[in-house]
């Protein structure tokens, strides 16, 4: 079994305990951190970035920042057409989920915000590799409100919107919130699994985790992997949700000797992705590859 972008077993299950939970389990897995740190790395790296490589750059790490900062602050006073400052952050945080096409599309986005234009709808999001009859919110609600504890008083998650916005900035806004249906959602599992985690297995178990994950932190593949009974944890340094849907060949490589002759990646092991964002677009014609006429750049 290869499990790909993990939570951490005790946070999720709020240690087994039957108390009331002071935190959404999103806040307790660190997502809000998680997407922090996977938006600075979006900014800083769109910063290194010309604006053909990524229309949001504003010439330098700092300076993005920024000018991401400036553009949330006026989204707060006046919304652009129906992209208020709470759709936009949603869309932050989820666009930063695939980084191929998908960074490239939400950095134009931005910029399309920032000098006051309402962009065009975004692409679909990719099919799910198993195809799925039913996608929507209460899909997910109906595993996450019955099987992780959940703050059950609504008035509460104000205050859960502020703290998380003090260590993980707008992304804590959007992973506050994104629990709140589980407040009044009207069944709770009557025999919820707690543990333990680390029943002998038949075979080692693959964990895969992505080093700037937006929603399910590194943080959790690390616990994920020390909780089980017998597990390899394979690191994959790069960004987005699930090494499925950000291909790292390396990775696909491991996962590929493992499910065939169960060969585990050595302790320790590393792979990166195979494209890093913004790439840098490539010179075609002209004078830079030796060819006839006007030099123009594809990405």
């Known amino acids: ?58 010439g330098g790490a ?9 553009l949330m602050g006026r989204l707060r006073q006046r919304p652009v057409g129906d992209w208020t400052y709470g759709r936009t952050v949603g869309d932050v945080v989820s666009g930063l989920y695939v980084v191929h096409p998908g960074w490239t599309d939400l950095a134009g986005r931005l910029q399309d915000l920032w000098q006051g234009r309402v962009p065009p709808p975004a692409a679909p999001s990719p099919a799910p590799p198993v195809p799925v009859p039913y996608t929507g919110d209460e899909q997910a609600g109906s595993i996450l409100c019955s099987d992780s504890p959940t703050p059950r008083d609504p008035g509460v998650y104000h205050a859960l919107e502020e703290a998380a916005a003090l260590r993980a900035g707008d992304a804590g806004r959007f992973w506050a919130w994104a629990a709140e249906a589980c407040a009044t959602w009207p069944a709770v599992a009557a025999n919820r699994y707690r543990g333990p985690w680390d029943r002998p297995t038949a075979h080692p178990l693959l964990v895969v985790g992505t080093t700037y994950d937006p929603a399910t932190p590194y943080a959790g593949a690390r616990a994920m992997a020390a909780e089980l009974a017998s597990a390899r944890l394979l690191t994959v340094q790069g960004y987005g949700h699930t090494a499925l849907l950000n291909p790292s060949e390396c990775a696909a490589r491991y996962e590929s000797r493992y499910l065939v002759d169960g060969a585990l990646p050595p302790v320790g092991a590393t792979c990166r992705q195979d494209a890093r964002p913004f790439r840098a677009p490539e010179p075609r014609g002209g004078v830079a590859t030796g060819g006839g006429g006007t030099a123009a750049a594809v990405s």
């Open 1 to 58: 079994m290869v499990l790909d972008s993990n939570v951490d077993p005790q946070a999720w299950t709020n240690h087994a305990s039957d108390a009331e939970p002071r935190l959404t389990p999103f806040l307790r897995l660190g997502s809000d951190l998680g997407a922090a740190a996977t938006l600075d790395q979006f900014l800083s790296l769109c910063g290194a970035a010309s604006t053909a490589g990524c229309a949001f750059s504003a």
């Open 62 to 70: 700092r300076a993005t920042r920024d000018k991401f900062d400036e």
